[in-house]
C-alpha cells in the first residue's frame, strides 16, 4: 500500500508539471496570435487590392506576350507546402497532409517550408527541390524571396505550368483549414466582367501587367505564409489549453485515489491496533 501511495504521489506531481509546461506554451502560443491575426487582418485588403488589379488587366485587355500567366496548361507544378517547425499543434500537421496528398504528384517538385514538412514529404517519397525552415518568430517579408525565386525559375523556364500554395488559413481563433491556392497562372474571376473602360496605361498594358505579376506573387505567396504563422499559433493555443484541462483533470483523479488509498490504510492501521488490544 505504501509504494502504491508513493508511486500515486509521483503521478500527481507529473501530473501536476505536464499542466504547468501546457499552461506556459499556451500563453505563450496566446501572445504571439495576436500580433499574427494583426497581421493578417492588415495585410488582407492590400492583398486583395492586388490580386484583383491583376485579374481586371486579365479579363478587360487582349495582352499579348503574357499567356504565360494567364493560360493553364498540362504539365508539372511547383507546389509549397508550409507547415511548423514544431509539433504540439493538434492535427494541424495531419490534416494538411490529407489536403497534399490529394493534389501533390510524384513527378511535381516540391519546395517544403518548416520541418514537420520536410519530414512528412521526405518521408512519402515526393520530389523535394529545397527545404527551408517556418522559425518560430514572426515571418519576415525578405525571408520569402529565396523561397519564391526557385519557384519563379521553373515557372518561367516552362519546366514547371502552375505554382500552388498548401498551408493551413487562419480564419479565427478556433477554426484553421488546410487550403490549396493556386497562384501561377492566374485564374480569371467569372464575378470581375469586361467593364467596357479603355484604360490609359504608361507605358503599356503588357508592360504593366509583367512588372505588377511579381508583387502579385510575393504577396499572395507572404500571405499564405502569414495565414500559416497565425494557423500555428492558434491551434497550439487551442491543442496546449486542452492538454491543460486534461493534466488537471487526470491529478485530481488520482489526488482523489491518493486520499482514498491513505484513509484505507489509517483505517486497517486502527483496525489493527484495536485488533491488538482486545488480543490482550
Known amino acids: 500500500m505504501a509504494q502504491n501511495l508513493q508511486q500515486l504521489k509521483k503521478r500527481i506531481k507529473t501530473s501536476r508539471n505536464i499542466a504547468q ?22 495585410h488582407a485588403p492590400y492583398a486583395k487590392k492586388i490580386t484583383s488589379i491583376v485579374k481586371k488587366m486579365i479579363n478587360d485587355n487582349e495582352l499579348e506576350g503574357v499567356g504565360r500567366f494567364s493560360k493553364e496548361k498540362p504539365g508539372k507544378k511547383v507546389v509549397f507546402v508550409i507547415s511548423p517547425d514544431k509539433g504540439l499543434a493538434g492535427g494541424l500537421v495531419v490534416n494538411l497532409f490529407k489536403k497534399m496528398s490529394s493534389y501533390v504528384s510524384k513527378d ?12 512528412g514529404i521526405v518521408k512519402y517519397d515526393y520530389n523535394v527541390i529545397a527545404s527551408f525552415q517556418m522559425g518560430t518568430g514572426f515571418p ?14 521553373f515557372y518561367l523556364s516552362g519546366e514547371a505550368v502552375k505554382v500552388a500554395v498548401i498551408y493551413t488559413e487562419f480564419k479565427n481563433m478556433l477554426v484553421q483549414e488546410a487550403v490549396i491556392e493556386e497562384i501561377l497562372p492566374v485564374k480569371p474571376d467569372k464575378n470581375f466582367k469586361k467593364s467596357g473602360i479603355d484604360y490609359i496605361f504608361e507605358p503599356s498594358p503588357e508592360r504593366v ?5 511579381p508583387y502579385y506573387f510575393e504577396v499572395e505567396f507572404y500571405d499564405a505564409l502569414m495565414n500559416a504563422y497565425a494557423s500555428e499559433q492558434a491551434a497550439r493555443m487551442t491543442a496546449m489549453g486542452n492538454a491543460k484541462e486534461n493534466a488537471n483533470e487526470i491529478s485530481a483523479s488520482l489526488n482523489n485515489m491518493y486520499n482514498k488509498s491513505r484513509q484505507e490504510k489509517i ?3 486502527i483496525l489493527d491496533l484495536a485488533n491488538g488490544q482486545q488480543g490482550l
Not at 506554451?25 to 495576436?34: D, G, L, T, Y
Not at 501587367?209 to 505579376?213: E, K, M, Q, S, V
Open 21 to 42: 509546461i501546457a499552461k506556459a506554451m499556451e500563453m505563450i502560443a496566446a501572445s504571439k496570435i495576436r500580433k499574427a491575426q494583426s497581421a493578417v487582418e492588415k
Open 108 to 119: 511535381d517538385y516540391v519546395i517544403a517550408v518548416g520541418k514537420k514538412a520536410v519530414s
Open 209 to 213: 501587367l509583367t512588372d505588377i505579376i
Open 140 to 153: 519576415r517579408y525578405e525571408d520569402i524571396f529565396p523561397m519564391i525565386d526557385i519557384a519563379g525559375k
Open 267 to 269: 483505517t486497517n492501521e
